[in-house]
């Protein structure tokens, strides 16, 4: 168990249709960072949330959005899904002043639109 | 823009012998390079990691060497054993100290030891 709570882990939903990802950091981590790895790609580097607020973007749809909440998880929504958007969503966090060592993962949540 | 380049899709190794991971960049603002290994179900997890004021670092069985000049690095492991296989992500950034820092990752490099 790395710290990082993502749920669901699994979710199956229709073409169109809008979903919410869920993501609880570790302990005392005020980064949040979403991640997507399709079939064939690495991972690619949504958004990240530091303390409730957007701190960088990344390639991520106008489809797709996301918040911090005071408790500190965050949320990824992703709606009018397409096939295309069919893959592995990661979570991140880390916490300052533990730098590059303090970035981890949660298991991620496989989405797969039909 | 693939910015990180693992130009190897899959590798194969017998048990006991050298697993050589080639990762190469493009964004001469990285200076920060780490590698993650992911299994089947689960999240990437931290490996190793090379700043770019050095050019090897290593760890028990795992070393990472960095070539500046060529925009390319290695991960060596020695030896390989089964529970090594796994995906293997490259990644890189302009680590500037803090927590607000964005990893560019390379597609993954599967490794498969063989006993």
């Known amino acids: 168990d790395s710290g990082v709570t993502q749920t669901p882990k699994h979710l199956i939903t229709a073409t169109g249709q809008r979903v919410t990802l869920r993501c609880s950091p570790r302990?005392?981590?005020?980064?949040v960072y979403w991640y997507q790895q399709s079939l064939d790609q690495g991972l690619q580097f949504l958004i990240q949330?530091?303390?409730?607020?957007?701190?960088a973007k990344g390639n991520i749809l106008e489809r797709f959005s996301a918040q911090q909440f005071p408790d500190l998880h965050s949320e990824l929504n992703l709606s009018s899904l397409e096939l295309g958007d069919s893959a592995l969503y990661f979570c991140?966090?880390?916490?300052?002043?533990?730098?590059?060592?303090?970035?981890?993962f949660g298991s991620g949540t496989r989405l797969t639109v039909v | 823009d693939q910015q990180v380049k693992q130009n190897s899709p899959s590798l194969s190794v017998q048990e006991g012998r050298i697993s050589i991971l080639n990762c190469d960049y493009t964004n001469s603002m990285f200076d920060y390079f780490l590698w993650y290994k992911k299994y089947p179900a689960e999240g990437p997890t931290f490996l190793i990691s090379i700043s770019s004021i050095k050019d090897k670092n290593e760890d028990g069985r795992f070393t990472v060497f960095l070539n500046k000049s060529a925009k390319h690095l290695s991960l060596h492991i020695v030896p390989s054993q089964p529970g090594d296989s796994a995906v293997y992500f490259c990644a890189a950034t302009p680590y500037s100290g803090g927590s607000n820092y964005k990893l560019t990752f390379g597609k993954g490099t599967l490794l498969t030891v063989n006993p």
């Open positions: 302990s005392g981590d005020l980064s």
């Open positions: 949330y530091y303390n409730g607020e957007e701190r």
């Open positions: 991140a966090s880390s916490a300052t002043g533990q730098g590059i060592y303090g970035y981890t």
